[in-house]
C-alpha cells in the first residue's frame, strides 16, 4: 500500500509497496523499483474490458477523458506537473471526492474512477460531468490533486466560482453536489455587460471539503452585444 505526502507544495511523494494510478508523465523522480505503463482504455472498476471500454466511451463524450499509467513497484517516487501546487484528500471508506478531471494527478487502484452528471455543471467550462473517485473499501484511501496556484481549502457552507472549483468531497449518491445560486443574473448579464459574477455554486453539505484554486477556467458561457 502507498502513502501518498504533499512534498514542499509542488510535488507529490508517495512511499510503498504496490500499484496505483496517475496522470500520465507525471514522474520525476524515484528511488527504488518502478515501472509505467500507460492505461489504453482506464480503470476497469471490476468489469473487465467491457467495464473499461463503457468507461472510456464515457469519459470521451463527457470531455472528462485523460491520459493515465499504472505505477508499480516499491520505495518513494515524486509526482509533479508544471510547477502546479499539490493537495492531498482523505477518503474514509464510504466517501466520494468529485474532481475536474485536468486537476487530477494520482489515486490508488482500490477507488472506483466513475463519471457522474450534475446539473449545475451546464453553467461552467467542464460542462455536464464531473470525475468521481468513490471509496468502496475497507480502509481510508488518499487521492492526489494539482492547482494552478497556492488553493483555498474551504468547509461548507460556502459559494465558489464555478471556474474555479477544483474538486469536492461528497456522499456516494451525489448528496454534496453544489447547487447554482443566481443571485447577481440581471438584464445586464443577458446583453453580455457583467460583473463576472453572476453566477456561483453553493455548497451545502455538513463536513464537505471544497478545493478552489486562484486560476479561473475560461467561462463555457459567453454572451455579448456590442
Request: glycine content about 12%.
Amino acid at each position: 500500500m502507498f502513502k501518498f505526502y504533499v512534498e514542499e507544495e509542488l510535488s507529490c511523494k508517495i512511499e510503498g509497496t504496490g500499484k496505483f494510478i496517475a496522470k500520465k508523465g507525471a514522474m520525476v523522480a524515484f528511488k527504488g523499483n518502478f515501472k509505467f505503463d500507460k492505461m489504453l482504455l482506464g480503470p476497469d472498476n471490476g468489469g473487465g474490458v467491457m467495464g473499461s471500454l463503457l468507461g472510456l466511451a464515457k469519459r470521451k463524450l463527457t470531455g472528462e477523458n485523460i491520459e493515465l499509467m499504472t505505477v508499480e513497484g516499491s520505495g518513494i517516487i515524486y509526482l509533479a506537473k508544471n510547477a502546479y501546487h499539490v493537495s492531498v484528500f482523505e477518503l474514509e471508506p464510504g466517501d466520494c471526492l468529485s474532481v475536474e478531471s485536468e486537476n487530477l494527478l494520482a489515486f490508488p487502484t482500490d477507488l472506483k474512477y466513475d463519471i457522474r452528471f450534475i446539473g449545475s455543471g451546464v453553467l461552467s467550462q467542464k460542462g455536464l460531468a464531473t470525475t468521481v473517485l468513490s471509496n468502496f473499501s475497507n480502509l481510508p484511501q488518499q487521492v492526489a490533486v494539482i492547482t494552478d496556484g497556492n488553493p483555498l481549502m474551504l468547509e461548507a457552507p460556502c459559494v465558489v466560482d464555478p471556474d474555479a472549483v477544483v474538486a469536492w468531497t461528497s456522499g456516494p449518491n451525489g448528496g454534496g453536489d453544489p447547487s447554482v445560486s443566481m443571485n447577481n443574473f440581471s438584464w445586464k448579464t443577458a446583453i453580455g455587460q457583467t460583473s463576472g459574477e453572476s453566477y456561483q455554486f453553493q455548497f451545502n453539505q455538513t463536513n464537505q471539503m471544497v478545493l478552489v484554486q486562484p486560476s479561473e477556467r475560461l467561462s463555457g458561457l459567453k454572451v455579448s452585444i456590442d
